[in-house]
């Protein structure tokens, strides 16, 4: 690696982590991608966070096996249940959506701190977005910044920084909205048709977007307000996509 | 499960972790065990584990493979390193050991922090010790303080209490001496022949403590100060034992 910034970039394959990755490397950063395998019904997100890391030539890649903790949190969350159809179908309305994942983002920080130090990198990026899903704790500032601290507390290159800082986990897209971050993303040139946001896509030989989970609706009226095409096939389009979020 | 507390025990198979699960046990908790595999040298510490979740009676207990953050990690610390004796032999002298694992202690805490939250538990119990291992930056309260923090703006558990401690670390052991430890173990009936502590076991049928490496000694001067013999076999004792910690 060479000797400008190391960013470790958490990459799930969707929109938003992709958007994060590429500002992450438009801003000069070496970067170690961090994407988790952790039971999600489907593959597709994995194998666009691999397409991501390849064209945006990270220096690194892992692929973190969290089968385990899928399996402990599964019954507690509607996104790792077994049975299909159980993602809710309609937008989020303001509390905790049943998609939330327990401690997800705790984890993910926590892995993405562990590669960082190993690594001697000093931030950790995360696409995480306090607009579209404002129901989350995890993606709040207040968290974000709780977690910097256990950050620079915990670890070896945090206690050494005179500043208290010698981690910082960057969240660039917190404040944005969805059609920001696609305006943002087709600025730096990511390729949208190698991500994917769905939550319960149709079909096996590909899966296809179902064009009517509160991800896909979203997604789709931000593509609608950036005036983009998205260029994803969907097995469905909601009537007006731009009333929808 | 019951309707008492519920409590997340971090239970790594060591006389520490062995103790403030009889101690959560004592108070009354129901307890969920985690355990985490990590490419440790040896599977004593797991076999330990195991033996000290089924006699203390756990409700459940979780063995969490964290075999690819130990390959990744495993450049950044003597622990987790192929070649043997590279663990060192000396006392700690006040800095940071390197037998530190980056960021062990949030990612042990972040996967506590998740098995809590879908288990309904609120408390994470952990073997934490401030003293004989002053060097390691996530042993220290403030670590600890800061973590709890983010466990209760990070889940959907913790954002519902209204005193916002919905979430309670709990590290009873943090400011005791080994033998104080060792005492209140013996107490509360730990069969500390089924504690493991050794980096550095010898042999292979079945390993023994070594009786030399940092973690022996400091473990040899508590029993030896409280009085008390430990019924673990060493390959070999350090002429003074009550010198070295």
């Given at each position: 690696m060479t000797g400008s910034t190391r960013a470790v970039v958490l990459l799930s394959g969707g929109l938003d982590s992709a958007t994060t990755l590429a500002l992450a490397r438009a801003r000069g950063r070496t970067v170690v991608a961090v994407t988790f395998a952790?039971?999600?019904?489907?593959d597709l997100e994995l194998r666009c966070a691999r397409a991501q890391a390849r064209a945006q030539g990270v220096a690194r890649h892992h692929v973190i096996d969290l089968f385990t903790f899928g399996s402990i949190v599964a019954p507690a969350?509607?996104?790792?249940?077994?049975?299909?159809?159980?993602?809710?179908?309609?937008?989020?309305?303001?509390?905790?959506?049943?998609?939330y994942v327990p401690a997800r983002n705790t984890l993910f920080l926590a892995y993405g701190l562990a590669v960082a130090e190993a690594a001697s990198a000093t931030e950790i990026w995360i696409g995480a977005?306090?607009?579209?899903?404002?129901?989350?704790?995890?993606?709040r500032p207040d968290f974000l910044e709780a977690f910097e601290r256990v950050a620079n507390l915990g670890t070896k290159a945090g206690r050494a920084a005179p500043d208290g800082r010698g981690i910082r986990i960057e969240a660039?897209?917190?404040?944005?909205?969805k059609a920001q971050i696609v305006a943002l993303g087709l600025e730096l040139g990511v390729?949208?048709?190698?991500t994917f946001s769905c939550y319960d896509p149709v079909g096996d030989d590909p899966p296809v977007a179902c064009g009517v989970c509160p991800s896909c609706r979203i997604r789709l009226a931000g593509f609608a307000r950036a005036r983009h095409p998205d260029p994803l096939p969907y097995a469905s389009r909601p009537g007006n996509t731009s009333n929808t979020s």
């Open positions: 952790y039971g999600q019904r489907h969350t509607s996104l790792l249940r077994a049975s299909p159809h159980s993602v809710p179908r309609e937008d989020p309305t303001g509390g905790i959506p049943n998609t977005n306090a607009v579209d899903y404002s129901g989350y704790p995890d993606c660039p897209l917190l404040t944005q909205t390729d949208f048709a190698q």
